[in-house]
């Protein structure tokens, strides 16, 4: 019997907290999904404060997942410390609150869950997320093997998901908050997708209100970013797997309004 694992795209703002508080459990019920994985570090727009992650967690998450904005809540570096179930890169220096990578128990099996961060074009004092990726896998010994791997570039995803192709169960993209439309099964078993899209407003840009973007390509002075009002839409990406040999069986996109 397979197991259900749905990856959910990068949380945007209260609207899009909202959105996954409201449909997630629901969902999850309706198609019998086992395990969770949400990315959240946008649920604070830019950041994500201990209360919107708590506010994840109660929505029906099983883990949160981070990326380049990290740092930006120092607020949330003790609750790193404190709960195994967020996760932040794992090549972030070794001194930084918090893990990147954590194994789970489930009814059908432990699951490990491994957070990367991409370095085209992000700003981030990182290790290389390919040899560290290639280094962990030598070491995990859990059948089920989940990696979000939030970077920029498309490239850079998908030459991750071939060189993880056989060794973790599936392999998405988070960060760019446009939901590509290659989900599939590698030829050796894992699952993928370049970028599970996002939770948040739908006439937005990535999230954010489109006058404001507009207004940052057109030269106005920075200012907070300020999540898009309107219609919300959660993306992500359903998974199926064989719990006995941890090979991904099917790969769906989803999008909920």
Known sequence: MSVKILAVGDICGEPGLDFLSKRLR???????????????????????????????????????????????????RPYLEERRKILR???????????G????HTPFGDVCVLNLLG?????????????????????????????????????????????????ASAVWGTHTHVQTSDACVLPKGTGYITDLGMTGAVQSVLGIDPEQSIG????????????AKGPVKLEGCLFEIDPETGRCLNA?????L
């Open 26 to 76: 629901d969902y999850r019920t309706e198609q019998g999904i086992d395990f969770v994985v949400v990315n959240g570090e946008n649920a604070n727009v830019v950041g994500v404060t201990p209360r919107q992650a708590d506010a994840i967690f109660k929505a029906g998450a099983d883990v949160i997942t981070l990326g380049n904005h990290t740092w930006t809540r120092t607020e949330l």
């Open 89 to 99: 890169p794992a090549n972030f220096g070794p001194q930084c609150p918090g893990r």
């Open 101 to 104: 990578i954590a194994a789970y």
């Open 119 to 167: 370095r085209f074009t992000l700003d981030n004092n990182t290790d290389n997320p390919f040899v560290i990726a290639d280094g962990y896998m030598a070491e995990i010994r859990e059948k089920i093997i989940l990696v979000d791997f939030h970077a920029e570039g498309t490239s850079e995803k998908r030459a991750m998901g071939f060189m993880l192709d056989g060794k």
């Open 216 to 227: 940052k390509f057109m030269g106005d002075p920075p200012r907070r970013y300020e999540a």
């Open 252 to 256: 769906e996109a989803v999008r909920l």
